[in-house]
């Protein structure tokens, strides 16, 4: 799955781990997430939406059929 969240995190100078810290996952989670190697949960995918204060969909785009 595609996702902006290396962009976001960026446009707010955190760190992966200081994402990590905010979302109460590891770094290796946000890192394994921006590089489209891990899709999160539903819930995690929940509590970015809410700390970009986007829709899930504005952060995340399923791959294509």
Known sequence: MKNRLKVLRAERN????????LLGVSRQTINA??????????????KMAALFALKIEEIFEPDRL
């Open 14 to 21: 955190w760190s992966q781990a200081q994402l990590a810290d």
């Open 33 to 46: 997430i921006e590089t489209g190697k891990y899709d999160p949960s539903l819930p995690l995918a929940f």
